[in-house]
Structure formats: C-alpha cells, structure tokens
C-alpha cells in the first residue's frame, strides 16, 4: 500500500475525489501490471470518470476526439480492459445488444431499469434488495462486492 496523502484539499480542486482515488488506483494497477502510465491513459481515465452515463466505445472514442484526444480504437479496448481490472470500470448489458460502460468508482451499487419502448435508462437503488442479496451470497460463503442487475419492462399505460 502506498501511503498517499488523504487530505481533502487537493492541489485540483476543480477535479473531484472520485478522481483522484481512480487516478491511484489506476497508477497502482498499472504498476502492478508493469504497463506505463501514459498521457494517453490519464486522458481515457479523465474522460471515463467525468461521465456519469453509460456509454459505449464509440461514443467515448468521439468525446475525446471532441476534446482533441486522439486515441486509436485499439488503444481504447486496450485502455478499458485495463480500466475493468482496475475495478475503475464495468460493462453494463442494457439488454440493446451493444456493449456499454459506466464508471463504478465513486458509484454506488445500484441497478438499471430500462424500458423496452424506448430504450431509456434509469438507475435506482434499494437497501432491501441489497440486504437480500447479501444474505444470499453469505449462504453461499461469499462477502458481496458487487452485484449487475438489470430489470426490463414495457411503459405503464395509465
Ligand atoms: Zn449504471
């Protein structure tokens, strides 16, 4: 563990702490790893956690192209597995068959409900399913850490 100072008036402090924790996290992981913590990297990550919706690769590629970051698709894939073995990042299957991506850091457990009229997407959260779900996975002799739960429906007519 690195000893990194947990003062909260950060030198940034345009940049919230959700990003300041990713940015150690990622810097640990990639040490760990072996791999560079390039400028390229540091960019994918402040775009990544700078959006707070689910998105898919293209549109991540085109918000840093818009932001005048240029960043090969490859590079991205690369840079978003690596991202997701952080625990920084996580696939969301919204059910519309495209692989999309929201950032978890800083981003409580919650689930996702999507309409099937239109593709809309909520999230919520609720300290009863999570109970649930944590005696469940205690029966099974595992601690919860995280959880993807999705629930799909049709728009209620009145
Ligand atoms: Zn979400």
Not at 59 to 77: F, N
Not at 117 to 146: P, Q
């Amino acid at each position: 563990m690195s000893n990194k100072p947990s003062s909260k008036t950060s030198a940034t402090p345009s940049k919230p702490t959700d990003f300041e924790e990713a940015l150690e996290k990622y810097r640990e992981h990639l040490k760990r790893k072996r791999l560079l913590f390039t400028r390229e990297r540091i960019a994918i990550l402040e775009e990544v956690m700078a959006r707070h919706d689910h998105f898919s690769v293209e549109e991540l590629h085109d918000s840093l192209k818009a932001a005048g970051k240029k960043v090969s698709r490859a590079t991205l894939y690369r840079n978003l597995d690596s991202l997701k073995e952080a625990g920084i990042l996580a696939e969301v299957d919204l059910g519309n068959r495209h692989v999309q991506y929201e950032h978890v850091l800083g981003h409580g457990h919650h689930f996702h409900l999507v309409c099937e009229d239109d593709g809309a997407v909520v999230e919520d959260s609720s300290a009863e399913i999570e109970k649930l779900l944590e005696a469940l996975a205690r029966k099974h002799n595992l601690d919860l850490t995280h959880f993807k739960l999705q629930i799909f429906g049709t728009r209620r007519r009145k």
